[in-house]
């Protein structure tokens, strides 16, 4: 991905990511492509998922979500993830 495109995108997700609230939907980039999903909750302590610590505080949140399609969860930093309109199937 082009650097410049790819500091507009966080530029804009970290814009759009102080209004999350949970059931928002949202997406972020993966190793794979662009995910979709649901904000669960913002998470302002350390919380463990799948065998991981997501070292999140007050001044560093992360966002907890769950993907449309596999249906598992993940923590993102703010700027990872960006608001999005749910698509109609």
């Given at each position: 991905m082009d650097s410049i495109y790819r500091r507009r995108l966080q530029s804009a997700f970290s814009l759009m990511a102080k209004e999350l609230k949970p059931?928002?939907?949202v997406q972020w980039n993966t190793p794979q492509g662009?995910?979709?999903?649901?904000?669960?909750k913002k998470l302002t302590a350390a919380k463990e998922i799948k065998g991981?610590?997501?070292?999140?505080t007050r001044e560093n949140p992360k966002y907890l979500?769950?993907?449309?399609?596999?249906?598992?969860?993940a923590a993102h930093k703010p700027g990872d993830v960006g608001k999005i309109k749910k698509r109609s199937k």
């Open positions: 059931g928002d939907h662009r995910t979709t999903g649901k904000v669960k991981h610590v997501a070292k999140a979500v769950q993907s449309d399609k596999s249906g598992k969860q």
